[in-house]
């Protein structure tokens, strides 16, 4: 394997967003032989059930047939836990996000609810290695959680975790907040600084969100990046793939 790798994800994959995901996964298929990691989530929003969605789930065993990887990707995708009652929980929950599922989980509820994912992914026969919580915000209950599971990581913005003892390993990741015009191009100045001081990172990973897919700037910028990093000597792996040879 390559000594410098990059790993394309794409997040919060259900059935609602994947016709926004469609377009640029065919392209990124024309490219040739790409893996991607795909964080599913199993009921997004409490509207998205994988159950009835037949169509989506076939394409999902073809990904994995292909060699791509499923990751667990919180169960609905949504805080629904009691209002925050401090001004940083505040910020956390209702500022920077209002999807930091497992932020205020405590252990009891995390495992319950990582057990109800896995189960999904069972069911359908999906092998799964990796949990990644929403907008990567955990509590110490789910930390607990995960330490009592048959998973090998997790991971934040910078660095992906093994399981269960937290072994940190750095492998820092491209994210935009393309939600208005300014923040498409604030993200786009960022992330050039980023990959510039990044260039000798083992892997980079692209962590790719349904609202990028939905402008062309933030689209294009992913596609472009991703033929940067393997025109220059990058090899395309899945987080899974690249944590077995490392």
Aim: aromatic share 12%.
């Amino acid at each position: 394997m390559s000594d410098l790798s990059v790993a394309l994800v794409l997040h919060d994959v259900a059935p609602q967003t994947w016709p926004d995901y469609q377009p640029f996964v065919e392209a990124v298929d024309a490219l040739g032989s790409i893996p991607i990691t795909w964080l599913v989530v199993p009921d997004f929003h409490h509207c998205g059930s994988l159950s009835g969605a037949d169509a989506f789930r076939q394409m999902l065993d073809n990904r994995v047939d292909k060699g791509d990887e499923l990751a667990l990707h919180g169960y609905f995708h949504a805080d629904d836990q009691p209002a925050p009652r401090t001004p940083y929980d505040w910020f956390m929950r209702r500022v920077y996000t209002w999807e930091g599922e497992f932020y205020s989980l405590s252990e009891a509820q995390a495992l319950s609810r990582l057990q109800q994912g896995l189960e999904v992914f069972e069911r359908y026969q999906w092998p799964v290695q990796g949990f990644v919580a929403p907008a990567w915000l955990m509590s110490e209950g789910t930390r607990e959680a995960l330490r009592q599971l048959p998973l090998r990581y997790t991971s934040d913005p910078q660095n992906l975790y093994r399981l269960p003892e937290f072994s940190a390993i750095k492998a820092p990741g491209l994210v935009w907040s393309a939600g208005s015009a300014w923040r498409r191009g604030l993200s786009k100045v960022v992330s050039d600084v980023r990959e510039q001081r990044w260039q000798n990172a083992p892997l980079i990973r692209l962590g790719l969100h349904p609202v990028d897919m939905r402008h062309r700037f933030s689209r294009d910028y992913w596609l472009e990046t991703l033929k940067r990093l393997i025109a220059n000597g990058r090899k395309p792996v899945t987080k899974s793939a690249w944590l077995d040879a490392n």
